[in-house]
């Protein structure tokens, strides 16, 4: 989210959103909400949270490539009403995001900036990356998502889940790539396992991909003098 704001501040823009793609209990609603307000006083972007779920839990896995060994429907259900009593400013888009994707993609909405994966499935998956067919979007927006990484039993592979639906969106897709930050564990200063879990969307046809954005304005290497 940090990396999205000042992507959004360097091309210009005062504002972003941010999206949550499976809320159930909303933790992780929540903290995007209270890391939101701390990236505005670092930066000044304003970041509008919203967060998309199903209400009732999972559905029922299509077959193996939304891994019923591990989930079934109904887990994860959402308390609706102690969550939105938690909730300071972020907006509920309850409903499958099959549908409701289609719907908020013709809203006006600040450029989308970043957003996290956590539908467990590859067919929610699939159909939550009609995202990316809204018109704001920052050419390069981050992406988490929470399945690639599992538990013991969740022994993920690109055949499957979220990985399967990367793969085939990368596929299809000529002028959009959704892509790993090569070696992001090098650049940071407490490398973790979230390291291989975050993704950029790059939009290359977008009018700014080409826009410099890097913080000095010229990167020049001068030859240092020796005796
Ligand atoms: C693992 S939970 C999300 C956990 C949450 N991110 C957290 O921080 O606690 C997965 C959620 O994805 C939602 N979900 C799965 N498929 C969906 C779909 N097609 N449309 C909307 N929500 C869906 C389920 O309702 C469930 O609440």
């Not at 000042?6 to 909400?33: D, Q, T, W």
């Not at 429907?73 to 994707?101: N, P, Q, W």
């Not at 599992?150 to 596929?171: P, Q």
Request: some cysteine.
């Amino acid at each position: 989210m940090y990396r999205a704001a000042i992507e959004a501040k360097r091309l210009g823009f005062k504002k972003i959103s941010v999206i949550e793609f499976g809320v159930a209990g909303g933790n992780g609603l929540i903290f995007m909400e209270n890391v939101s307000l701390l990236i505005k006083k670092h930066t000044g972007i304003e970041i509008n949270c919203y967060g998309f779920d199903l209400v009732k839990g999972l559905p029922e896995p299509a077959n193996y490539k939304d891994l019923p060994h591990i989930w079934k429907k109904g887990f994860y259900k959402m308390d609706e009403a102690a969550l939105r009593k938690k909730i300071k400013k972020s907006k509920l888009i309850l409903g499958d995001v099959k549908k409701t994707i289609p719907e908020f993609n013709k809203k006006e909405i600040a450029p989308i900036g970043f957003i996290t994966f956590d539908l467990d499935f590859y067919s929610s998956t699939k159909e939550a990356f009609q995202i990316f067919k809204n018109k704001s979007i920052l050419p390069r927006t981050f992406l988490y998502f929470d399945d690639i990484i599992g538990t013991e039993e969740e022994d993920f592979n690109e055949y499957v889940g979220e990985l399967l639906a990367i793969n085939e969106y990368n596929s299809k897709e000529d002028n959009k790539k959704i892509t790993k930050i090569a070696g992001l564990r090098y650049k940071r200063h407490i490398p973790a396992q979230w390291n291989e879990q975050i993704y950029i969307h790059n939009d290359f046809h977008n009018k700014l991909y080409n826009q410099y954005i890097y913080e000095k304005k010229e990167r020049q290497n001068v030859l240092k003098r020796t005796k």
